[in-house]
């Protein structure tokens, strides 16, 4: 029997991490990382497996000197933590597995620093590994032949996580994505063909969840609908759980643009009560989609980009979303444009990143060829990628100013304003027929969104310690309360929102306030996903460069 610690590093704070919102809304992080329930989950029984996440909890290195195995995960958001938590353990001759989507795209960068290093999925090369370790002639890499078989992926262990201390929990339908985005890692990593969980295997998780008291859940697949036909059929059964269970869980997930053209998709979305989604719009500019081969977002079908999401919203899913800056199209004046989008489109969470080159991907390569990259691993202005039609310091100093535009208070809340108030947008979930039928469905719900709303405001007003943040934050509350009198869940989802505001406001402030580090810390990173003491996380706050590879 092997005692086995699996660990997650810190993230730095980042877009999609919420960690100036956390304290507000009482938690200690997002939400855990899929891959440590289930690589416990793929564990075979005899060993004994703990999850730590760094996120919430520290790493004591002198417990882990006890442990046969440490396995460590990461993203490239993630590496540097990853290479000092690697450093200690080496000191203290410990036994190191290595995986990840990091070292998937560069299995050499920690070299000697690892005993084993598995690339790309691990539900068949991780209980592989354990037998060999266990019989005394384990290799040194590990790497699946093929793709998993996704009908044999386990149920995750979530009771081995701490789950009071994530936001939300996280749940996996598939794997893959059909499109061919130029920088994207995804379909390098898990291929263009969508691999879908069955409905049983999803029922299982969505049960493991909710005993466990896990009430949000993000659904982490980089492309819900990638398989539309596929998907339809699971989604129904997610739905007819929901309903047998009075609506449990609330969802949010990724998909790409084109679900505006598919109604039955979107109305089995809401009845699974998915109330958001991320899609990666990426730029306003046609050519600079052409050219990172984004063809999905600028199909003729369903008017234009503006047009596409507000059919999304129209239906009744909020929509976030994914832009880069920094495409060979790019001029200075695609910093206006963005913003200009973003107001037109009325999305309040924009996550704006500058273009970076992912190893492996058709991206890298072409830069490589053209000797456009930045090969640093700590790069001065904030990706890897030298622009074409613009100065490095035009590109940063362009996004920066952008960022600090699109998260001013008044600008935020005009949006939000725009699509809450004055269009009274309303989640599609509460105007279903199963909602309509069920009066108690409906009271519960409401006695959750009003005690809720007393919480939230609560917090956010003791919180927030900028007195001119708090004016705002009321001013605007009440004014929602106001315009939408009738619909009292929005009050809370409001109050959601300023908590979010904070967030990116802070983070954007801070930002902006002290570049330096800002270039330090966000030039160590590539790639961020909306989805784990010695030595210490830093203690001042740094960056993860917000980069988009949504679908």
Known sequence: MAKIAIINPAFEVSYWGLEHAQALMGFKANMPVASLPLLAALTPDEHQVVLIDENVEPIDFDVLEQFDIVALTGMSV?????????????????????????????????????????????????PQFLSEWANGNHASRYEQAEKTDMSTVPTPRHDLLKNKSYMLGSLQFSRGCPFQC?????????????????????????????KQGVEIGFIVDDNLIGNKKGIKPVLAEVARWQEQHGYPMVFSTEASL?????????????????????????????????????????????????????????????????????????????????????????????????????????????????????????????????????SREELLSGYLATMQQVYQPDVYFDRLDSLFLDDHFQFRIFQTEFFRKHRWLRIKHFSFFMVG????????????????????????????????????????????????????????????????????????AMRTQPAHTAPPPPKQPSFSLPTVSAP
């Open 258 to 390: 084109d679900l505006c053209e598919d109604d039955e998709l979107m109305e089995l979305m809401a009845r699974c009560n998915i109330q958001s989604v991320f899609i990666g719009i990426e730029s306003p500019d046609e050519e600079s989609l052409k050219e990172t081969k984004k063809y999905q977002n600028v199909r003729d079908k369903g008017g234009t980009l503006v047009e596409k999401v507000r059919q999304i919203q129209d239906f009744g899913l909020e929509v976030w979303c994914g832009l880069i800056v920094g495409f060979d199209n790019d001029t200075p004046s695609i910093f206006a444009r963005q913003a200009e989008f973003i107001k037109q489109a009325r999305i309040p969470h924009a996550m704006i990143g500058l273009l970076h080159a992912i190893p492996k991907t058709p991206l890298h390569d072409r830069l490589r060829r053209e000797g456009r990259l930045d090969t640093s691993d700590e790069h001065q202005f904030g990706t890897n990628v030298i622009p074409l039609q613009m």
């Open 78 to 126: 993630q590496r540097f933590r990853m290479e000092e938590i690697l450093t200690e353990l080496k000191a203290r001759d410990v036994f190191v597995v290595v995986g990840g989507p990091w070292v998937t795209v560069e299995e050499e960068y920690f070299c000697d620093l690892v005993d084993v290093t598995f690339v790309g999925e691990a539900e068949t090369t991780w």
């Open 182 to 210: 130029e920088f994207c890692d995804i379909i390098v990593t898990f291929g263009r063909r969508p691999r879908i969980k069955q409905a049983s295997q999803i029922i299982n998780e969505l049960n493991s969840l909710r």
């Open 453 to 524: 709303f007393v919480v939230m405001y609560w917090r956010l007003m003791r919180g927030v310690p900028d007195a001119s943040l708090r004016r705002i934050y009321r001013q605007r509350i009440w004014g929602a309360m106001k315009a939408r009198m009738a619909t009292p869940s929005i009050f809370f989802f409001y109050t959601i929102k300023c908590a979010m505001h904070y967030h990116h406001y802070k983070m954007t402030t801070d930002m902006i306030n002290d570049p330096t580090q800002f270039v330090s810390s966000y030039g160590k």
